[in-house]
């Protein structure tokens, strides 16, 4: 029974229950890749370094560092990414957008972190600097969007290069299928990887992956995990991206503003079974938002049976 828009999920946790069979798969049948961002403070900087510490001996395959609206955080973007590469073990991926940037001034950036170690890009257009709002417009002397941003990576290294994907169709897009074609066109660029938003459909996100399939793409594509915490925060994301949010897990946090502590609870059952129907339905690779916090997402990624690694 997968997660409909209107039913809340079971979680079962006793032998039988999908908890548990979750939990005696090898971490070999799963993998998993985190996301952070680049802190503000160095009262941040302390809680992110804390968070990597903690993740880190779960091995992921990778971990990315996200890049502000309007390119807002992109020198402590750089310096994350390369204090990740110089102190770990750990495979960073940095974000990169086009906006508020020229061709050169991006392409010096794919140079330097060629040079540096870095392999690996996330690849978007990015968003307008906040505060703007109205509709994305590229600078006249810099690159439109992801796709034209893959093809100049590509053409400057090999790195490996991922892109994102909006299971519910991006904000802008007019439908599915043209998100397909963008996809399409990502992947003809050079991209080799796709993370998708994150979600709370499930049938949506296998109906979405099923057209990507029928249209050809063969890209690993990762579904985007975001145990969620903060429910009005959440609202506010989801809005951002329109991402759904149902009317079941509306319902569970109700109420709840001035209890934290059962809302750490429910969003780790969430994204627990959330990960468990997808695998039902062979999916084995997860991205998480960790939004630098490690309990929850190490407490999940448990349950997948993904253990530390010495």
Avoid at 187 to 216: E, H, L
């Amino acid at each position: 029974m997968s997660i409909s828009p209107t039913q809340a999920p079971s979680v079962e946790t006793d032998s039988l229950g999908p908890i548990a069979r979750a939990g005696e798969r090898s971490s070999r049948d799963v993998r998993v890749s985190f996301e952070f961002f680049p802190p503000k403070t160095p009262e941040m900087e302390e809680s992110l370094w804390a968070c990597i510490g903690r993740l880190a001996p779960l091995q992921p395959e990778f971990v990315s560092v996200t890049y502000g609206a309007g390119g807002s955080t992109r020198e402590r973007t750089h310096r994350t990414v390369k204090r990740i590469l110089d102190e770990t073990r750990l495979s960073p991926a940095a974000h990169l957008t086009c906006v508020n940037a020229s061709r050169e001034e991006v392409d010096e950036v794919i140079r330097q972190y060629w040079a540096s170690g870095v392999k690996h890009i996330v690849s978007l257009r990015g968003d307008p600097p906040e505060g703007l709002g109205g509709a994305y417009v590229p600078r006249a002397d810099g690159y439109a969007n992801a796709t034209e941003l893959c093809t100049a990576i590509r053409k400057i290294a090999p790195f490996e290069i991922s892109v994102s994907v909006y299971p519910e169709k991006h904000p802008e897009s007019p439908s599915i299928d043209h998100d397909i074609d963008v996809l399409k066109a990502k992947v003809d660029a050079g991209a080799t990887r796709a993370i998708s938003q994150f979600f709370f459909d499930i049938d949506a996100y296998s109906r979405f992956i099923d057209k990507v399939r029928a249209a050809g793409i063969t890209i690993p594509i990762l579904p985007g995990i975001m145990p969620v915490t903060n429910f009005k925060g959440l609202v506010k994301m989801a809005a951002s991206c329109q991402t759904t949010i149902p009317v079941w897990l509306a319902n569970l946090f109700d109420g709840l503003d001035n209890d934290p502590e059962t809302r750490r609870l429910l969003a780790g059952a969430i994204a627990a079974e959330m990960c468990s129907k997808l695998q039902e339905r062979g999916f084995q690779d997860f991205h998480f938002y960790t939004l630098n916090r490690a309990d929850l997402v190490y407490a999940i990624c448990r349950v997948l049976g993904v253990r530390e690694t010495v």
